[in-house]
């Protein structure tokens, strides 16, 4: 822990570099929803002035918002990481540059913990004054001699004065998360802060693409952002990794995740790839690649003679073409390109002249098509493909085509990764071996490269793979229309009863935010972070009733785990939905804009609290509206007070009216696939009309 000198000199560094949060901010500090500090600005005329933001997205002194709180008894203690991340996001700089920041004296602090401790202890002048000489003895060994491309470079002195008390906070936190889970746990929430910002490939998509390229000593991303792919490689001895991006502050930020990752030799640098490619004598065993995609200002007027074009000139709307010549460009012999590829680059007839000669020298060795939702832009199914640097021309080269799209989550909840893997390498590992593979109907199969050099050269996975095998089709519709006779049988048995007229006097109520004052229940919101695999219940699932599964940015950030019998209540968008957890949900992590009420056993039945917590008048009167938005406030719904037993007369009935929605939801799922069956058994022949 930080000692009291340090704390003071922290809060007087934090109110002199104007460290600002906004309102978003406040109810994350306060454990509140947006909703309450808005209340708390209209109804206390004490209530700290904005500073600075807008007039609708106003932003307060930190320390002006932290007094106000102890003061009003809303605010104990602010969590630590609470405290790291606000001083971050309102740095004076920006969050870029006090990321950049933090990520060298996490460096620091990684390879040498006692200098940090040494530095550290006096004031934040002498502080910032030391830093830069000892962060160059771990900056120069980590990321090469200055040069003017490389990306992460020591701070001066005065520019790292005003990050000192976030830089304390760091490495406070780093004591009990370490370096390395520090920086990802403030680099994901500035990420999941600014969505909009950036295109990020997600860690089960990059987990895929390092699995097509192989191991790799030497390996390359030209377009790096913050390093997802290098991160998502094996690590090997003597191992080196290059990135580039035109962004120079991605560039920095993605050197300083790889050197706090790994111990491979780290070279990031900042310019535009096509038009300067910093690593032009390189040649690695690996490329991986998120380029951008539909781009038109790529360089086609100043490249039209530049030496990477060896399987032709890519045209002005050919960008993703130039990117793909360029990874192979950067290959030694026999290595191995995966790029990300928008759809229409494997059909577009401006493209087909360098497709084909990608084909006939046996450069391109898969294209995979990816489920819906793989990678943004999530509505459409986007490609993968395998390239590998000839060594020598093949004698009949095939092209695998796979496509992944079948395997899809049902519902909105997300994607099966583990099948969509499985499916991708099974068919992946034998055609790299044999230059063939085992045709699946519907999956995948090895196309002799003959058969595609026609006048489109097109080479969209779907125009070329058989339909799934006919076998059991008929016998699955009759199976399926079984199983949805007997679910509208079960659905018309468990249709509500009529009921008498219920009494008219009112009740006494009381609210959620009192029942948690009272100890009667304990609510909880959904985090911004999670361990690796862990399966997250999204607002979505609630909605739809579906299993666990969403993700959330990894990082060591300790999730919420749902139990069962608690009640999850979504808090965007309006509706009446309150789900109670059953023992398959039980264990999943609280997805965003959830909250979890975990009701007294002895004092709460929760199906009773479900069933009035999703009563239409009930949420109108807790919600408050944006324009685009509304948002619950769970803690102003209300129950009325009843004794146990009779909370739990209500909640049997609320739990029958729970199993005849879930009926409802198989009947239709289970409809719609009975009519896409017989959509698709009718055309393709395999059901006959009578």
């Not at 060298?104 to 040498?112: K, N």
């Not at 760091?170 to 999941?192: I, K």
């Not at 395997?407 to 063939?436: Q, Y």
Request: hydrophobic residues 40%.
């Amino acid at each position: 822990m930080l000692d009291a000198t340090h704390q003071n000199e922290g809060s007087r560094a934090v109110q002199d570099n104007g460290t600002e949060v906004t309102a978003a901010g406040i109810a994350r500090l306060a454990g509140v929803g947006r909703a309450a500090v808005s209340n708390w600005r209209r109804r206390h005329a004490d209530f700290p002035k904005p500073v600075g933001g807008t007039e609708t997205s106003p932003s307060f002194a930190l320390t002006d918002v932290e007094e106000w709180l102890r003061d009003q008894g809303k605010l104990g203690e602010v969590p630590l990481r609470e405290r790291v991340w606000q001083q971050l996001a309102g740095h004076p700089e920006g969050p870029v540059p006090a990321l950049v920041h933090a990520g060298c004296v996490l460096l620091l602090i990684h390879d040498r913990p006692t200098v940090w401790l040494e530095l550290s202890a006096g004031s934040d002048e002498r502080l910032a004054a030391l830093l830069p000489a000892a962060l160059d003895q771990v900056i120069a060994p980590r990321f090469g001699a200055v040069t003017r491309d490389r990306a992460v470079n020591t701070p001066t002195g005065p520019e790292l004065l005003p990050s000192a008390p976030l830089l304390r906070g760091a490495a406070e936190l780093a004591a009990g998360l370490g370096a390395r889970q520090t920086y990802e746990f403030l680099l994901g929430r500035h990420l999941d802060a600014n969505p909009r910002q950036y295109t990020l490939t997600p860690g089960d998509l990059a987990a895929l693409m390092a699995d097509l390229a192989g191991p790799a000593r030497t390996a390359l991303d030209p377009a790096c952002g913050t390093g997802a792919l290098l991160r998502a490689l094996a690590p090997r001895p003597d191992q080196e990794l290059y990135g580039q991006d035109s962004a120079p502050e991605l560039a920095a930020l993605a050197g300083l995740r790889l050197a706090l990752h790994t111990k491979a030799a780290v070279r990031t640098a900042a310019r535009d790839t096509l038009r300067e490619d910093a690593y032009q004598p390189l040649r690695a065993d690996a490329v991986l690649c998120h380029p951008p995609f539909n781009e038109r200002n790529w360089g086609h007027d100043e490249l039209a003679y530049d030496a990477r074009w060896e399987y032709g000139f890519p045209a002005r709307t050919e960008s993703e073409l130039a990117w793909v010549q360029h990874a192979l460009a950067r290959l030694k012999d026999g290595g191995t390109a995966v790029l990300l590829m928008p759809p229409a680059a494997a059909s577009r007839r401006s493209g087909r002249r360098i497709r084909a000669d990608l084909l006939r020298r046996g450069a391109l060795r898969a294209v995979i098509a990816l489920p819906v939702g793989a990678a943004p832009p999530y509505n459409i199914p986007l490609h993968l493909w395998v390239l590998r640097r000839p060594d020598k021309p093949p004698a009949q080269p095939e092209l695998l085509l796979a496509d992944t799209g079948a395997l899809a989550a049902d519902g909105r909840g997300g994607l099966d990764w583990g099948a969509v893997r499985s499916a991708v390498l099974d068919a992946w590992r034998p055609f790299e071996h044999t230059g063939t593979a085992e045709e699946r109907p519907g999956l995948s199969r090895s196309v002799p490269v003959i058969e595609l050099l026609d006048d489109d050269v097109d080479l969209a996975p779907a125009r070329h793979l058989p339909p799934p095998a006919p076998g059991g089709g008929t016998e699955q519709l009759a199976a399926v229309r079984e199983h949805f006779g007997q679910t509208l049988r079960l659905t018309a048995d468990l249709t509500p009863v009529a009921v008498d007229e219920g009494p008219s006097s009112r009740r006494p109520l009381i609210t959620v935010g009192e029942l948690a004052r009272a100890g009667a229940l304990v609510m909880r919101t959904g985090g911004n972070g999670a361990p690796a695999r862990v399966p997250v219940l999204t607002d979505h699932d609630v909605l739809a009733g579906t299993a666990p599964s969403g993700t959330l940015p990894e990082g060591d950030e300790e999730p919420v785990l749902v139990e069962a019998g608690d009640v999850v209540v979504p808090v965007i968008g309006g509706g009446s939905i309150a789900r109670v957890v059953d023992d398959a949900t039980a264990g999943a992590a609280l997805g965003r804009n959830l909250t979890v009420l975990r009701p007294d056993p002895t004092a709460l039945d929760p199906w009773f609290l479900a069933g009035f917590l999703r009563g239409t008048a009930n949420n109108r009167q807790a919600s408050s509206y944006a324009s685009t938005a509304t948002r619950l406030d769970v803690r102003r719904l209300q129950v009325p007070r009843l004794p146990l037993d009779q909370q739990r007369r209500y909640g049997e009935r609320f739990r029958a009216l729970a199993e005849f929605e879930d009926a409802l939801r198989r009947a239709g799922r289970l409809g719609e696939q009975l009519v896409r069956g017989m959509y698709d058994g009718l055309t393709d022949g395999t059901v006959a009309p009578d």
